[in-house]
């Protein structure tokens, strides 16, 4: 896992390097349960699994169909997010990204569709907790039996980004996942290579980032006293909403303040249904800061319509 990410530098061009999940990235395991099929539907015996793969403080609430349980959820979706952010768009409105971070090969992406079947009417709620924070699933492909709730293979993958799902036999499941671990050395590898070395890039990434929803971008370009503000109000790595949601930049004023600080005043489209419904405007501050002997520049405050598209409420 130490080479998963290589760093070459190609005139002047940071490439990103990055393995598959499928090999370095994916660690595996194999688990002894019974194995349920339901209409083509392999479910599985979800609290030996889950406690396999990492999840803590399981709970199933039988009367109020609610299973809990605690995973690593903010670190897997800061992940998605970045693959969100730098995956190459042919959309026009979308701002490119800046020259060096272009070009990257980058995984596949791991969190996949789901296709499970509806095998009860009532559903039960999963809600996938990390500190303070939740994000709640409807889950209709499940079963009780024997007084063990058993559900959809696929919910591997939405709680824990697992790639490959076998099962060995009626009694044996074989799971590659994301080990914590490594995916937090990815995590820290591309904040390190992202994070803006002009005040143009860190406007791009800014922009970019509320365009294509990525959190992680937008967070990639703020200042440490941002970043921890952002923290303590975080309510997802993905903001805006696909209707209405933020189209092109179309005006872009600066203001130089001194030599370590500018001022950029932002128009954007505001898209509703495809179509441009108003602008929204931006004041976004950003900063010379020297961090371990590198100099970036990074934002330090944004004023105007921030709430709904970005991180910053």
């Known amino acids: 896992m130490k080479q998963a990410l290589k760093k070459t530098a190609l005139v002047g061009t940071v490439l990103l390097m990055l393995s598959s999940i499928n090999t370095i990235q994916a660690k595996k395991v194999e688990v002894s349960v019974p194995i349920i099929c339901e209409k ?10 889950a406690e396999t793969l990492g999840a803590k403080s399981i709970t199933w609430n039988k009367k109020e169909h609610i299973l809990s349980m605690e995973v690593d959820y903010k670190l897997s979706h800061l992940y998605l997010s970045y693959l969100n952010g730098l995956e190459e768009t042919n959309r026009e409105y979308v701002e490119p990204l800046p ?34 924070y939740s994000a709640s ?19 591997l993958n939405t709680i824990f980004l697992a790639d490959s799902i076998k099962i060995q ?9 994301l080990d914590k671990s490594e995916l937090e050395e990815e995590v820290k590898t ?8 002009t005040a143009e890039e860190a406007i791009t990434l800014w922009s970019r980032g509320q365009q294509t929803r990525s959190g992680a971008l937008q967070y990639s370009a703020l200042s440490e006293p941002l970043q921890k503000k952002v923290m303590e109000q975080f309510s997802g790595w993905v903001t805006g909403g696909s209707s209405p949601s933020l189209g092109k930049l179309v005006s872009q004023q600066a203001e130089v303040v001194d030599e ?12 509703l249904q495809g179509k441009v419904s108003g602008h929204i405007q931006q004041k976004v501050f950003v900063e010379h800061v020297d961090q371990n002997g590198k100099g970036f520049w990074l934002i330090t405050g944004v004023e105007g319509d921030t709430g709904y598209y970005s991180l910053i409420k």
Not at 104 to 128: D, S, V
Not at 260 to 271: N, S, W
């Open 40 to 49: 083509g539907e392999n479910l599985i015996p979800i609290r030996k699994v």
């Open 99 to 132: 020259p060096r971070l272009r070009n990257m090969e980058l995984p596949p992406y791991p969190l996949k569709g789901r296709n499970g079947q509806q095998l009860e009417q009532r559903p039960i709620t999963l809600e996938l907790k990390d500190g303070d």
């Open 137 to 155: 699933y409807a889950v209709y492909d499940y079963k009780i039996a024997d007084n063990t709730l058993y559900l959809g293979e696929e919910w």
């Open 169 to 177: 036999s009626k009694d044996k499941l074989q799971v590659q996942y």
């Open 190 to 197: 591309l904040e390190g290579l992202i994070k803006p070395t």
């Open 260 to 271: 370590g600080h500018k001022v950029y005043t932002l128009q954007y489209d505001e898209m």
